[in-house]
């Protein structure tokens, strides 16, 4: 399981903005290079997000899940990395000061990413999701701006 947490100059609602959004998920999403379509009723739990994953011509096409929707303080999405498996992302929100504290946890859920070892699973996702984070609080403070 990895844990990346950042301190974030944007309220829970910025960011919840930007997660309500179908539409800039491939934004802030490392490995997201585009969203195909989204379910009316996203974010409500159980809505899906299809989305691309890779870098033409090694593009696949994937899906999320939200298994729990709470603005603004968390955020549970399962996301399938085909042929790979799934992963569980728990992304939580909480205020401080001005801004907010960002939480997001990642692990492999099923398939052949269970497979492999933590500490390179969770290195991975470290690395991914510290640009994740990064990434989410650009398009919620440049969103704020506008």
Known sequence: MSVN???MACTPEQVFAVLADPWVYPTWVVGASRLRAADDRYPA?????????GVWPLVLNDETR???W?????????AKTRPFGTERVIIDVKPRG????VRIEEYPHTGIVTKLPGVIADALLHVRN???????????RGRAEH
């Not at 739990?45 to 994953?53: C, E, I, K, M, P």
């Not at 990064?134 to 398009?139: D, G, P, Q, S």
């Open 70 to 78: 709470d603005p603004p303080r968390r955020m549970v999405l399962e």
């Open 5 to 7: 947490v950042r301190r």
């Open 130 to 140: 510290a640009e994740t984070l990064r990434r989410l609080e650009w398009v919620a």
């Open 66 to 68: 939200i298994d729990e």
């Open 98 to 101: 001005g801004g907010c504290l």
């Open 45 to 53: 739990q159980g809505s899906r997000l299809h989305h691309s994953v």
